[in-house]
């Protein structure tokens, strides 16, 4: 397999975890970041986000000399006299208030790297962006390629899920290259020659349409089971059949059909309101998308009215949350309902207890979370509570010592934000047990 000098941009979720996969392919991976406090952690050998398995691999390409950390693209694309001949774009491409996607990093990537071409290089925008992109990197890298050196720009979309990101990088269920020439498919083919999977090849503006579209189907897929949910909920039925009932149907398949608080993270709800404001500043309202949203706004609201039903005023009352990233194996709380669950519960005069295994630092962090009181295990977070809400469903939940959890309660009260547990069983372990959509 040929090697091959990369520099990837952006060591965020998903730039360090390409970089890492890619030097584990066998290739010189240099990772640029301009935080530095993440670039300071990352030279010391530390990683600055959860995510599981991805250690392994870190300390054996640093290790091995394949993987290494700097500041800057000047130094990235020309390390100890490595010319890169790939540059990954892997930067945030965050919301901006009218929903639209914030593409200034990516511009300044563009621009820094076109100043550093000495020789063919391709870009690969990997970061999620609005079609058109790669159309605006290319007249970037063009106005700033003062010695016109060759290149190519490279759609290259990411579908990694937080929590399992290493063996979606390494075994994803495709690859899509969204290309202009047969050189850069040919080299972007080399590159991902150690990767076992099926091989999309499309133009560049598809590929860009292939992640919007992907993300804001399997968030469609998500509000849809809520709003079935909302209505079994109203009628006695029970989603969780009717999701089964439903999935068996191998055109409709049973993943993405379990209801719950809404969606959250640094993708769906972004990539919705991108791909919702790209297409209507093309001309075409695309009013699903809005519905999509206002439906996952309203499954956010679902531990709110759970609460009102069971405590009647809620000034004064106590309730403990377990969990608070926005799903379990990761720590991060971008766009993580429970911050909205905070802010309505805090807004009615309740208080607030919780506990997240790894998430609990970058929680802190949020002006949102001021007046939460962070506990150190669920038992303490339960405390002297009113009511427990579980809104991440980690593992570690799964086998609490219920008759403990009782004694410690104030009111034995479980609202199952998840259907993470078995309602018999709590039921029959003396609570008051509330999930979504299931009777
Ligand atoms: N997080 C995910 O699960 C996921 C999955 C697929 C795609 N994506 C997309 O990938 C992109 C990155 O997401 P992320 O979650 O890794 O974000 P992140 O915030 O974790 O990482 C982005 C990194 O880029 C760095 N950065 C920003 N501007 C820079 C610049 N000019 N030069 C060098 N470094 C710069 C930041 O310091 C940060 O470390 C986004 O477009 C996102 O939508 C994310």
């Not at 990539?271 to 996952?296: C, R």
């Amino acid at each position: 397999m040929e090697k091959f000098n990369i520099c990837v941009v952006g060591a965020g979720y998903v730039g360090l975890v390409t970089g890492t996969c890619l030097a584990e392919l066998g290739h010189h991976v240099v990772c640029v970041d301009s935080d530095p406090r993440k670039l300071k952690a990352l030279r010391a050998k530390k990683i600055p986000i959860y995510e599981p398995g991805l250690d392994k691999l870190f300390y054996r390409n640093i290790k091995e000399g394949r993987l290494c950390f700097v500041g800057s693209v000047t130094e990235g694309m020309n390390h100890k006299g490595r010319r890169a001949q790939v540059v990954f774009i892997a930067v945030g491409t965050p919301p901006r208030a009218d929903g639209s996607a914030d593409l200034s990093a990516v511009e300044a990537v563009a621009e820094a790297v076109a100043k550093n071409m000495r020789e063919y290089t391709v870009l690969v925008d990997k970061s999620t962006v609005p079609v058109e992109t790669g159309e605006w990197v290319c007249k970037t890298v063009a106005r700033f390629n003062k010695g016109a050196v060759p290149f190519d720009v490279v759609s290259n979309p990411e579908f990694l899920a937080e929590g399992t990101a290493v063996d979606d990088f390494l075994k994803p269920d495709r690859v899509v290259f969204g290309v202009t020439s047969p050189r850069a498919e040919a080299l972007m083919r080399k590159v991902y020659a150690g990767i076992k999977a099926p091989v999309l090849v499309t133009d560049v503006k598809s590929a860009e349409i292939i992640k919007h579209a992907s993300n804001s189907f399997l968030a469609t897929k998500i509000s849809y089971i809520n709003a079935v949910a909302a209505v079994c909920e109203k009628v006695g039925a029970d989603v969780a059949l009717v999701a089964k009932g439903m999935g068996l149907d191998h055109r409709i398949g049973n993943m993405f059909l379990r209801p719950g608080l809404g969606f959250g993270g640094f993708c769906f709800p972004k990539d919705l309101e991108a791909f919702y404001w790209i297409s209507k500043q093309k001309g075409y309202d695309f009013q699903l998308l809005k519905n999509v949203k206002d439906i996952n706004e309203f499954a956010k609201t679902w531990v709110m009215r759970k609460v009102e039903e069971n405590l009647w005023n809620l000034e004064g009352k106590t309730v403990a949350l377990l969990g608070l990233a926005f799903k379990p194996n990761t720590d991060d709380m971008r766009f993580a309902p429970s911050v909205d669950i905070v802010r309505q519960l805090k807004d009615r005069g309740v208080r607030l207890r919780a506990y997240d295994p790894v998430a609990m630092p970058n929680a802190k962090a949020l002006p949102a979370m001021k007046g939460v009181v962070f506990c150190r295990d669920p038992y303490d977070c339960a405390k002297g509570s009113d009511a427990l809400a579980l809104l991440t469903e980690w593992e570690e939940f799964r086998s609490l010592d219920l008759k403990r959890l009782r004694r410690v309660l104030r009111n034995p009260i479980i609202l199952d934000g998840r259907n993470f547990y078995d309602a018999g069983q709590m039921r029959g372990a003396g609570f008051t047990y509330c999930s979504v959509g299931r009777p």
